[in-house]
């Protein structure tokens, strides 16, 4: 399995990027896909998730309303929308995904998680 993650940028505070997520390899309709983030000096954490089977999505509290993940399986690509981009926004951001067989989406924890794109950097400055 490998993911490539891409789309980062330097954006102004209230602005918009959006992350793609190239994936391969992927040969089971159950896995969970996860965009995590890691600013400096700070633990890795969950942003949004989408369960591959169930077709649910889930965000943490920080991006809810603001960050939308999607997914194009003609593309094997995942997307994450961030509009109204914020200053704490600022982070590299990980796609991520393992096989899941549960209804949720798993973001609480980036070790639970065994195939990783490489970072892509956000920062929200002006």
């Known amino acids: 399995v490998q993911l490539q993650a891409s789309g980062g940028g330097l954006v102004q505070p209230g602005g918009s990027l959006r992350l793609s997520c190239a994936y391969t390899g992927l040969t089971s309709d159950y896995y969970a896909i996860a965009w995590f983030r890691q600013a400096p000096g700070k633990e890795r954490e969950g942003v949004s998730c989408?369960?591959?089977?169930?077709?649910?999505?889930y965000y943490g509290d920080s991006v809810e309303g603001r960050f939308t993940i999607s997914r194009d399986h003609a593309k094997n690509t995942v997307y994450l929308q961030m509009n109204g981009l914020k200053a704490e926004d600022t982070a590299v951001y990980y796609c991520a995904t393992r096989k899941y067989y549960g209804p949720h989406c798993p973001m609480r924890d980036y070790r639970d998680y065994d195939y990783w794109g490489q970072g892509t950097q956000v920062t929200v400055s002006s």
């Open positions: 989408i369960n591959s089977h169930a077709g649910t999505s």
